[in-house]
């Protein structure tokens, strides 16, 4: 989520370096692409180039009436309302049951001037209540045309007894042949469900990566995992190798805890196991087509999970314990301090982690470092988690123009030059990266840099709630990383279960009708 409200933000700076003003397109006018506006010029020099391109795509569109999107963040408040403006103007109709408000909006402040009228329509509900809101929505005949993409919830939507009752196929709406769509293409099929396509994929990034501090690498004598990684060099076993060096190499116990000083850990973070699992190529469950793949009982999940056994505190004793302290929560403050090796996080939380310790503590541009998961020693190739910010089409949307102008904003915005700049001095000047960091964070955010994984392990949730099973992924990964008991051991007590959900959930959709 913060991913997309930051791009968002950083498009109105854009705009404005692109038009030399902030709101060239009055509220109501056409929605035709306006003549002046800088998608109408980019690249023009060069028709055979730009004729299957998003900026081509664009005027071919009208939009009568605002796009519904239901959202746990709002987007009025945000550039991509001014982008949208800049290609398409403000539609003109109001959704039907909207016209008592410009905007079911959050009440978030916003840079526009209260006169000003939203793009869109947008409700916003809790993070908690999305589905269950979509669901009414759309039993009530008031469907979203729009809603934030997760893809383990579009293939449990999909795959099972609730299929064709959340979300559309996208194939006759969005224009696959796009250019910028093309280097997602392996991404795109690899996601497909039923031999069609529910989510346009047009960005990735990892879900998450490795901080690292430079001055306690190299104090410690070991290799800058940056630089083995540009060499090809960052495997499994570099990766296990340092933390073991680095860590004190006791089995902990709560007394040594407790009453230790200066303890030394190899790594931290919420999400540690489930990142390391994707460099493998795999997750525990897999999409084939739009049916889940049981994926617990393979040589490579078994290597995994045995991998990961090894930092547990009753092995090596190389992961922080939160079981044991700070409440099982991940301790920041200990990496900052120098006695964490690597904290496991998103890219996006240098913004407000890592920039408040370089400013408290002082440090210079270098000591903040950040490098993908290692390859598995077994691969060739990095596989990473993938991180991807799209939109899906509610079943029952009345305005799938508005769907495909929303969808091809966001393209365009990612696509423009003007904007990469733009976005690129609004990391630097509001947030304070460098360009060393950026220049890897760009690196690693390519299609073509990973062989990028989909984690649906999460659809462990929906089980749950529904009452029909327990989150054996959730009970596959503590056993080992929080446990350390043996893999097989832990198959051999949820691997059917694990099993027998994946069969529940491939009960066949019925054929759609469209």
């Known amino acids: 989520m913060r991913n997309s ?33 800088s998608v109408a010029t980019e690249n023009s020099g060069n028709s055979e180039t730009n004729t299957n391109s998003v900026v081509n795509a664009v005027k071919d569109i009208s939009v009568d009436t605002k796009v519904k999107i239901l959202s746990w963040y709002s987007l009025n408040d945000n550039g991509i309302a001014k982008n949208y403006k800049e290609l398409f103007g403000v539609p003109g109709n109001i959704p039907e049951g909207y016209e008592e408000s410009n905007s079911w909006d959050s009440g978030n402040d916003t840079d526009s001037s209260p006169d000003e009228k939203p793009f869109a329509e947008i409700r916003v509900t809790s993070y908690a209540d999305r589905y269950s809101d979509l669901a009414k929505l759309i039993q009530a005949d008031d469907s979203p045309d729009a809603f934030p993409a997760q893809l383990y919830a579009m293939m449990y939507f999909n795959s099972n007894d609730k299929s064709d009752k959340y979300f559309d196929a996208v194939d006759g709406v969005i224009d696959f042949g796009l250019s910028e769509l ?54 499994w076993n570099k990766f296990l190798e340092m933390c073991e060096k680095f860590s004190d190499g006791k089995q902990l116990t709560e007394d040594i805890v407790k009453y230790g000083e200066n303890i030394k850990f190899g790594i931290d973070g919420y999400n540690v196991p489930t990142n390391l699992l994707a460099t493998t190529g795999i997750h525990l469950f897999g999409n084939d087509n739009g049916l889940y793949i049981d994926n617990s009982g393979t040589d490579k999940m078994k290597a995994a999970m045995e991998f990961l056994r090894q930092f547990d505190t009753t092995q090596k004793s190389l992961r922080y314990p939160r079981d044991l302290l700070n409440n099982w929560a991940p301790n920041y403050r200990e990496w900052a301090d120098g006695n964490t090796l690597f904290f496991e996080d998103g890219i996006w939380r240098y913004e407000e982690k890592r920039i408040e310790y370089k400013e408290k503590e002082n440090r210079d541009e270098d000591e903040i470092s950040f490098v993908p998961f290692p390859r598995y020693d077994a691969e060739k190739t990095y596989s990473q988690n993938m991180n991807t910010t799209s939109f899906l089409l509610p079943k029952g949307s009345k305005n799938k123009a508005g769907y495909q102008s929303l969808i091809y904003t966001d393209i365009y915005a990612r696509n423009d030059t003007q904007m990469q700049k733009a976005s ?72 059917s279960v694990n099993s027998r959900e994946a069969e529940m959930l491939n009960t066949p959709p019925e054929k759609s009708t469209n």
């Open 5 to 37: 409200r930051k791009l968002y933000a950083i498009i109105l700076s854009a705009i404005m370096l692109a038009t030399g003003c902030a709101d060239n397109i009055a509220p109501g006018e056409s929605t035709e692409i306006k003549e002046n506006s």
């Open 182 to 235: 093309a280097p997602y293409s392996k991404i795109q099929n690899d996601i497909r469900m039923f031999d069609k396509n529910y989510c346009p994929i047009y960005n990735v990034s990892p879900s998450s990566v490795l901080w690292y501090r430079s001055s306690v690498i190299k104090n410690a004598g070991l290799e800058d995992p940056w630089e083995l990684y540009e060499k090809d060099e960052w495997t």
């Open 424 to 495: 690129r001095q609004y990391d630097k000047t509001e947030y304070g990266w460098n360009d060393r960091l950026l220049d890897r964070a760009e690196k690693i955010s390519q299609p073509d840099a990973f062989n990028w994984v989909c984690d649906y392990s999460s659809i462990a949730l929906f089980i749950i709630g529904s009452g029909c099973g327990e989150d054996v992924p959730g009970a596959l990964i503590k056993n080992t990383f929080l446990t350390g008991v043996k893999y097989d051991e832990v198959l051999e007590e949820y691997g």
